[in-house]
């Protein structure tokens, strides 16, 4: 992909990996000719607050499923953890209508409200919670702490290392989101940046110059955000355990 971004039109489809006249006019292009830094901004955006917020509600019901003690808690979390067996495309219709009806068509609370659930955070979250030793909690309570303390003086401290990797697996999914962006927006201007890659094919062929150097760039954050936090995502599946 990096090696087919910088060579021309006539070069990209060649199986050589060094160009032989390596340009960076597939890149010049990518970003002059087309609003590509507003739909890099769009994804940023949309991929931020969809993580923050998932992060935030998350962790609350996350702690409520591990540590709280109240009827049907059970069977409420395992109808969340059923819906991971639910794939987007199955329940596609069925949440364009409702995203319709709730007049949220073309805009970024479309895009942001329908991606922030996502049952494996909950479930990854419980695990972690799970694991953690009631004498902290009991030693909170004699402070004087209610279960709001509790949450935010005690577990969410505890939690940064899950939360940080879970950060970088909800930014990355909603920063590489294309079917649901795709099916809600047709204002150009709310397009993220993989509905924008794909706007580079035509319908009997594709510019996979500029595609390759559309995409080259969209990997630089996801890549940069991996390297970073790979620490953390490794040292979160080790601790929380699936129990």
Sequence with gaps: MISSA????????SVNLIPSAPTLDN?????????FLRYMLNSLFVATTV???ALWFHSMAAYALARLRFPGRDVLFFAIFSTLLVALPIILVPLF?????????????GLIVPAIFNAFGIFLLRQFYLGMPQELEDAAFVDGCGYWGVYWHVILPLSRPILAALAVFFFLAN?????WPLT???NQDLWMIQVAISSFQTQYAGAWNYIMAAATVAAIPTMALFF???????????????K
């Design 184 to 186: 809600i927006t047709q």
């Design 27 to 35: 890149f010049r292009y990518v970003f002059t000719e087309v609003p």
């Design 228 to 242: 970073v936090f790979q620490r953390q995502l490794v040292e979160s599946i080790k601790t929380s355990g699936f």
């Design 97 to 109: 209508i409702l995203v319709r009806e709730l007049g949220m068509l073309d805009s970024y609370v």
């Design 175 to 179: 920063w590489n989101s294309f079917l």
């Design 51 to 53: 993580t923050v917020a």
């Design 6 to 13: 910088f060579k021309g039109p006539d070069e990209v489809n």
